[in-house]
């Protein structure tokens, strides 16, 4: 779908929209934290991921390069954590 | 205190629904009793989650209406394929229970500074909620900061907030751009926020100023790049995506 005043429709939202489940995934606040792109090498707030929640699974991408920073799936009452797109993380 | 929310963890927390209020036609401002409420930061979020009967859940986050100190309110738009927002403004009523847990985010935030660097704010359609809740934690802390809300509607009975936002304060402005329809003799700003409409209402990058963007994803993407074009530092221009909802 492509909107006619700001261009192509965009189901992405970012970093912000999952406070929540890096929380509690990490015991701690994590939007503000810097992640470094184990592809690119660029780094940003986790709140500036390109992240895709209707995924099976939640999607944080790199906002540089698209590569895959993160996935986290839910399973019952676990997160399933995969960090390997990320070359650091630095909470703040 | 016996009760309070563990240190360090984020608990669900049983949050009762003290009143139900109209912004527009479509978005409603929920105001919320929680015993054990440790208080929020301007701009934060908050998770809700519904589980129905047969113990399907969904969770969504929601950006905090309300200024630090005050009781906490959301404002939600219905979004019609929605799963949570048409339940959340058309069949909760005051005394329903739901689930919440927060305050959430702390990047998008903003800590009230007595003085500082000029904000600016641009809200796309229901982008404008977390500004709301900074605009009256300026005025609550007596903040002298410059801030100037340049809030893109699809029409004027679609501001939320309008009577608010008409006086807000010493040092604050509001500058409205209508996308889609105008009153007649309407003397502000018409269609999407674009880098003229910027070079006009935005702080010269020469102050230093401070910018937050809010709104529909495609909306935020257009409006951060035309700030960075005028000279705003990618750092110093925050952002926060809502999805893919129609444009404002």
Redesign the interface.
Known sequence: ?T??????????????????LL??VF???M??AEATCAHCGKTA????AIVYIRAPGTVMRCRTCTSVLAVVVRKQEMNCVDLSGLAALQA? | MAGTAVR???TWQIATVAAVRPETASVRTIQFDIPHWGGHEAGQ???IRLTADDGYVA?R?YSIASAPGEPLELTVERLEDGEVSPYLTEELRAGDELEI??P?????VWDGGEAGPPLLLVA?GSGVVPFRSMLRHRARVGSTVPVRLLYSARSLPDVIYRAELDMPGDGADVVYTL?RQQPPGWAGHS??VDGELLTEVAWPPGRGPLAYVCG????V??VAGELVSLGYPPDRV???????V??P
């Open positions: 779908m909107d006619e005043l700001y261009g192509p429709d965009d189901s992405a939202l970012d970093g912000n929209a999952i406070g929540g929380y509690e015991g701690a606040e939007t503000a707030r986790l709140a500036e703040s | 360090g963890r984020l979020h908050v998770d969770e986050s847990r927060g959430i985010g702390g990047y998008f796309g996308t269609g999407r529909p994803t495609a909306f993407e257009i925050k952002t926060e995506r809502y999805g893919g129609a444009a």
